[in-house]
């Protein structure tokens, strides 16, 4: 009786641990299939976009030194990464919301 209790509580765990997997897969799917989806919609503003919103997010650059490294003004760069920002916000709300 505990023997046939014991294997039952291993199905069960085996059971549960499937189900774990399943959920943790389809998870993962979704997330590779939204980094997809955001990956086309940054590829899809222009390079020079592309550019500040990179030297702005992964190299902290102030957009003050943007701006000077491009030879532009700062209200430039500020309108040019909002812009960009807007279209960002656009596109995966559809997305999210389809």
């Given amino acids: ?8 509580s291993n199905i ?6 499937e189900l774990i ?9 979704i997330q590779q299939e939204f ?5 086309s919609c940054i590829t899809s503003l222009t390079i020079i976009q592309q550019r500040r919103l990179y030297d702005y997010y992964f190299n902290n650059m102030k957009k003050v030194d943007i701006a000077k490294k491009e030879g532009v003004s700062e209200g430039a760069i500020r309108k040019s990464i909002d812009q960009s ?3 960002l916000r ?4 559809r997305y999210l919301y389809i």
Avoid: V
């Fill in 90 to 93: 656009r596109k995966i709300n």
């Fill in 35 to 39: 980094k997809d989806y955001l990956y």
């Fill in 1 to 8: 009786m505990i023997y046939y209790e014991m294997i039952r």
């Fill in 12 to 17: 069960y765990l085996l059971d549960e641990i």
């Fill in 21 to 29: 997997d399943y959920n943790d897969a389809l998870l993962m799917m």
């Fill in 85 to 87: 920002l807007f279209q």
